[in-house]
């Protein structure tokens, strides 16, 4: 019996990575056109965002650093509501967890695209980090108990 309530916040933060993205690029693009050391950026071959990086005010790189971390740690989280939904077990507190795991993504999002404060940071992805571990060992009780 497959429990869907669980892939509500999944396609939640699938949604928040994609405003992530656009946010990313409604701040690149113009500062790329901006910096004087890139030249015209329609005219670039062969350069990568690391290369950008040192041309680009750091609160436009944060919104490209907080993108790429929304393709990393959720992973794990997109995996495990899957596999509580598939085996029925992608409701009640699993769900709960799931939406409060993103609320926490969404936090440290906002936290790190406008102050990025480390510490305020890091708080929220330890804090998440633990609801995500809560997740998985509800999937590994079980499956392999």
């Known amino acids: 019996m497959i429990e869907t309530m669980i892939l509500q916040p ?13 946010w990313m690029y409604a701040t690149r693009i113009p500062a790329m056109n901006k910096a004087p050391d890139i030249g015209e950026p329609a005219k670039l071959v ?27 740690q959720p992973t794990l989280f997109y995996a495990v509501t899957v596999v509580l939904a598939l085996i ?29 404060k480390v510490m305020v940071r890091f708080v929220l992805f330890a804090l998440s980090s633990v609801v995500l571990t809560a997740l998985i060992g509800k999937a590994a009780l079980i499956l392999l108990v």
């Open 88 to 116: 029925g077990a992608g409701d009640g507190p699993n769900a709960l967890l799931a939406w409060i795991y993103v609320g926490l993504r969404v936090a440290h999002s906002l936290v790190q695209v406008t102050a990025n």
């Open 10 to 22: 999944a396609v939640a933060l699938m949604i928040w990575t994609m405003i992530m993205w656009a």
């Open 46 to 72: 062969g350069t990568t965002g690391s290369e950008l990086r040192s041309k680009l005010p750091e609160k436009v790189n944060w919104k490209a650093d907080n993108y790429n971390h929304l393709h990393e």
